[in-house]
């Protein structure tokens, strides 16, 4: 079983608390393995992208859109730091969303997404996304009823865009459990490094922690879609969460039969300019 | 003496003969050391560079940029891999540029590299930069002459407008001899998983070495400003650049007085208010 399989959502109706936030699928160690086998992960997963990033200019080149959303403290920034941190930089964009500005909430919900779309070759991370917009936008009625609903349709067309472009779309949702947040937002409160994490506002959003529930279960019900697909990744274990999304990279990259670009110019012909070159030989 | 002091290149008329290519300012040992001293410095390089990201939304944060410049093969992409990949990705902001696009040319030059400038509480790392556009641009004659000599001053008063944000700029010149282009130049031919590095046209190129030089000793000259000074990184030895600009950035992290911000909520107060919180109780 491959970590794609068993943490991939199954279509149809959603209901979360029949997915555990603690368990483990597919890994049978405890922490200090889960450690281990994630940074046994890197050589592999830096060469993987390094073909993906060495394809980036022909002609069939393809990228990766990694989508993180999850409750506040879920650990979408663990990810980034511990899972996304083992490839090589050059070749990843992340991109942090946050409450829209106001020149971004005067157009389309999906214009600023649009603007962070990786080019083909790279590995994309959205640090929360459009799904926000379907998220705390329906919980908080940000947008009127109407608009929060033609926006799965709209989010379902704009990743099918992204597809047929040659973007492999990777939706993860951190799954945390209300307790577990509540022991991680007291560690921010109890370690003075950690309190710039810390958001007042955050534990007014948890107040409405079913809203939210079921405000994710509507949307990873309704943008399910065979082309880009939600994974549920029990969350509560940080070490488990970083080593199943190190995973499911891994796992996608090497679906993708990713080869070496072929030289595109006469190897033995460069190899002779070059032997012929002297260039500087004067000043050695 | 610190790395900062020792690779600062001294105002006045540039000769870059002078500067050694394979040389290890400031550092003892050999390769195997080197690399170890430069994984050594990680974790305290992660620490600082998470304070710098803290204090994003602080009102007197501050940014870094680290602009990479060489010539070919001189190793952007190693240190963007081995250096930058030392820190947390979600504070770090690649801007690769290549040759400008038309609409690009269709603006002043600066005007794509200011939509690449970092936030505040980032470390932006340019991949060549505005100074292509002193260097191929003065080769290559790809602007008017007059306009070549313009941006030495734009680009002056440019820097000087970062640094008055708050931006410390550190500027490196990865510098390389033409017979270790050779050699590297040579390994990628002779490896078919590095071919996509290898471009014709760098040979080409090659062949104005003395044309680079010296459009590099007039921008090194002229741009060298107590503001946003110049480095001369000897280059031929990979794992010296690579660690020679990481203590540049460790460096540069430790002059900056990075505190962790203060809490702006009332610690105590938060911490009841959690401590009373019984969200999702009831669900267990």
């Given at each position: 079983m491959t970590f794609l399989d068993e943490l991939r959502l199954p279509s149809g109706?959603?209901?979360?608390?029949?997915?555990?936030?603690?368990a483990k699928p597919n890994f049978k160690g405890g922490k200090s393995g889960g450690e281990k086998t994630l940074a046994g992960l890197g050589p592999r997963l830096l060469d993987l992208q390094t073909r993906l990033y060495a394809q980036r200019?022909?002609?069939?080149a393809r990228g990766v859109l990694l989508v993180l959303q999850g409750m506040?403290?879920?650990?979408k920034g663990g990810v980034l730091k511990h899972t996304v941190g083992l490839?090589?930089?050059?070749?990843v964009r992340i991109t942090s969303f946050k409450a829209p500005t106001k020149q971004e909430r005067?157009?389309?919900?999906?214009w600023r997404i649009e603007k962070a779309v990786p080019a083909l070759g790279y590995v994309g991370v959205f640090?929360?996304?459009?799904y926000e917009d379907v998220l705390i936008a329906r919980v908080r009625s940000l947008a009127p009823a109407d608009e929060i609903e033609r926006r799965y349709g709209a989010i379902n067309d704009f990743e099918q865009q992204l597809v047929d472009k040659g973007i492999v779309i990777l939706k993860c949702m951190l799954h945390i459990s209300p307790a577990e947040q509540k022991e991680r937002l007291l560690a921010r409160l109890d370690d003075p490094t950690k309190h710039w994490k810390y958001n007042p506002g955050d534990v007014d959003e948890r107040q409405l922690w079913d809203d939210y529930t079921r405000a994710y279960e509507i949307a990873l019900e309704r943008t399910n879609t065979d082309v880009a697909p939600w994974y549920v990744v029990p969350s509560d274990r940080k070490w488990y969460r970083n080593l199943a999304i190190g995973q499911i990279l891994l796992e996608t990259f090497e679906s993708m039969d990713l080869d070496w670009p072929k030289a595109d110019f006469d190897v033995e012909a460069e190899r002779r300019r070059l032997a012929a070159d002297t260039v500087g030989e004067s000043h050695a």
């Open positions: 109706p959603v209901d979360l608390s029949a997915w555990s936030t603690n200019d022909v002609a069939d506040d403290t879920s650990g490839v090589d930089p050059v070749g005067a157009h389309d919900f999906l640090d929360r996304s459009h």
